[in-house]
């Protein structure tokens, strides 16, 4: 059974960049045409897609983010990263990892929060 | 502001049938396959149904999905205290990104 866990700051000062990791386990992050995702959640809020990274590493970001988000796969340590730069307190969130099932993400994190705050 | 919109609230009493709509658009809905979510109290979403109807393994029966045109409809039926929760669809849009409803908060009487 495939798992995944978020890992990184809760505590990001306005400006900085936003670093998260998600680690893999019971499965290669490589293996299967899955595509891995990053959901974020504003407290009290719902769901806002972040990215994903396709199978072949090819990244899509959501329009609103490009400018700031970068999602990649480290397959030597079955992790999948996020950052986002130039953080401001809207980024104040719940990160979610997610993995495709079916086309919905059908594995998901358990989430981290990451309040951006000086 | 959202791009699918489902209703904010739903409730039932038990063992009642409930239906939770979401409306999208041409680009989203009419064009690709609406998925739903459903979020306990502090827990990360779990995938409910994908591809406009099918059911993960280990989701009962009583959730169903379906979809006609820009609209996709979740329905419980049998409804139970524990299947009060935050519901979401979501679908991929063609402006290359995926859209999420706004939720809908369900309350078993």
């Known amino acids: 059974q495939v798992q995944l866990q978020e890992s990184g700051p809760g505590l990001v000062k306005p400006s900085q960049t936003l670093s998260l990791t998600c680690t893999v386990s019971g499965g290669s992050i490589s293996s299967g045409s899955y595509y891995w995702s990053w959901i974020r959640q504003h407290p009290g809020k719902g769901l806002e897609w972040i990215g994903y990274?396709?199978?072949?590493?090819?990244?899509?970001?959501n329009p609103s983010l490009q400018s700031r988000v970068t999602i990649s796969v480290d397959t030597s340590k079955n992790q999948l990263s996020l950052k986002l730069i130039s953080v401001t307190a809207a980024d104040t969130a719940v990160y979610y990892c997610a993995r495709e099932f079916g086309g919905g993400y059908g594995y998901w994190g358990q989430g981290t929060l990451v309040t951006v705050s000086s | 502001q959202s791009v699918l919109t489902q209703p904010p609230s739903a409730s039932g009493a038990p063992g009642q049938r409930v239906t939770i709509s979401c409306s999208g658009s041409?680009?989203?809905?009419?064009?690709?396959?609406v998925h739903w979510y459903q979020q306990l109290p502090g827990t990360a979403p779990k995938l409910l149904i994908y591809s406009n109807n099918q059911r993960p393994s280990g989701v009962p029966d009583r959730f169903s999905g379906s979809k006609s045109g820009t609209s996709a409809s979740l329905a419980i039926s049998g409804l139970r205290s524990e299947d009060e929760a935050d519901y979401y669809c979501?679908?991929?849009?063609?402006?290359?990104?995926?859209?999420f409803g706004g939720g809908t908060k369900l309350t078993v009487l």
């Open positions: 990274i396709s199978y072949s590493g090819s990244p899509y970001y």
């Open positions: 041409y680009s989203n809905i009419g064009s690709h396959y």
């Open positions: 979501a679908a991929w849009d063609d402006s290359l990104k995926g859209v």
